[in-house]
């Protein structure tokens, strides 16, 4: 899977995308993922990438110039299938089927605004698809196209260092993990749960997908569609 995320403030993301193990997985090719600056893009003479709203309003509007000639260099030198996703307030919500779907593409380019959002018509021209990661406001596109990185990553041959990393994870059935605790046995008077300790690998299977059931309903009824 290769990732191209095209925004104002390439080095943001380029930080963030370094390190742990999305920066492993680049670095030994399981994936990768390159940040372009759209103002590289610009033709105006004073490298301007937006401009007041048509109609009035506060704020400023990325242009359409930069952005379709850098959502289209980035595009001609790909090959494979490609998904250009607009991160966006007005995108459909992303959730972890979102995430596997997205898998099935060999390249996601994936379009950070800034300031109020950017020319409808860029939207209109180049975007397949709007997604986005909540519903609170920002200040970028960046965050969310990371969280979109970061979750189809982990879904890709090669990325998490052993394949049931996922296979057995909660939200994959739809669930919240089960209560997790390493050492020490006793913390500030609090234990480890008995089974966790003492009892077979049968009934610890047992206890985790009870917990995993428990916890769902008490704290996320939403995702047992209750
Ligand atoms: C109206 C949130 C505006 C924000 C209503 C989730 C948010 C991209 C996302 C905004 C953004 C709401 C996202 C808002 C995002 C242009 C640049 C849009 C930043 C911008 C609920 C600002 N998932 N927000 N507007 O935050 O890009 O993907």
Known sequence: ?????????PRSLEAIFSESIIGRAAAKGAIS????DIRDYTKDKHRRVDDTPYGGGYGMVMMCQPVVDCI???KSRLSGSTRVIYMSPQGSLFD???AEELTRYDNLILLCGHYEGIDERIIELEVDEEISVGNYVLTGGELPAAIVVDSVSRLIDGVLPSPECYTDESLQNGLLEHPQYTRPRVFEGLEVPEVLVNGDHAKQRLWKEEQSRLRTGKKRPDLLGE
Do not use: G, I, P, S
């Open 33 to 36: 993922v390159k940040c372009t």
């Open 96 to 98: 972890q089927k979102k």
């Open 72 to 74: 289209r260099a980035v």
């Open 1 to 9: 899977m290769n990732f191209e995320v095209l925004t104002l403030f």
